[in-house]
């Protein structure tokens, strides 16, 4: 019940194009649904969060979807870069637990 | 502000050796978690500390592995005798609710 399924493990888009990547969870006490972006050689980072009483959260070009009944949550990177090619974690959390990752998806975005 | 602060950055020793990963977390955090970073098997939590008391540690491989967090801002996992099969990175992070901010990691190489 503690896991965080994400898919796919691997995307490659062109520049310009839609990246989505997609998550479901089982523990519905989850209430802070994170992303991560891991370039090689760095610790990942916090790219962008939503909490469950909202279904959608955009800053700039990445978005998150959440949607409660499904239990399911996804990022969308619009205008992909090619900088934006690294690993995209997907994480959930229930306050004062633990963080439980998914296990993450490599982008590539060609030039 | 500084983010979390892991020492060495690489770590090479052989076979038998003790190692020892150092972290010092984020000011006014008061949580601390150790995760390993495989291809194989992506990033698994080793352990996790709140206010300076481990919390769960059903992560850590074996007892090998230590970790100790004699105070708020400065944390160590230990291997003694170190393994080739321990070789990865390892990552500390910390926060104070939510969300975690990471490290960027030791890379740890048992010859």
């Known amino acids: 019940q503690q896991q965080v399924k994400q898919s796919p493990q691997s995307l490659i888009v062109q520049k310009g194009g839609i990246s989505i990547i997609n998550c479901a969870y089982e523990n519905t006490a989850f209430d802070y649904f994170p992303w991560y972006q891991q370039f090689p050689g760095k610790g990942p980072a916090l790219l962008i969060a939503?909490?469950?009483?909202?279904s959608e959260k955009k800053e700039g070009r990445f978005t998150i979807s959440f949607n409660k009944s499904a239990k399911q949550f996804s990022l969308h990177i619009m205008d992909s870069q090619p900088g934006d090619s690294a690993t995209y974690f997907c994480a959930a959390n229930n306050y004062g637990q633990n963080f439980v990752f998914g296990p993450g998806t490599r982008l590539s975005v060609l030039p | 502000d500084a983010g979390v602060i892991q020492s060495p950055r690489h770590e090479v020793t052989e076979m038998g050796q003790e190692v020892t990963l150092r972290c010092k977390p984020i000011s006014g955090h008061n949580s601390l978690f150790w995760y390993r970073q495989t291809m194989m098997r992506g990033l698994e939590l080793l352990i996790y500390f709140n206010n300076n008391v481990p919390i769960d540690d059903s992560g850590m491989p074996e007892d090998r592995f230590s970790a100790k967090m004699p105070n708020a801002s400065f944390s160590t996992l230990k291997i003694q005798p170190s393994e080739p099969r321990d070789s990865a990175v390892y990552f500390c992070?910390?926060?104070?609710?939510?969300?975690?901010?990471f490290g960027d990691g030791t890379r740890l190489s048992i010859l």
């Open positions: 992070a910390s926060s104070k609710n939510q969300p975690q901010h």
């Open positions: 939503i909490r469950p009483d909202v």
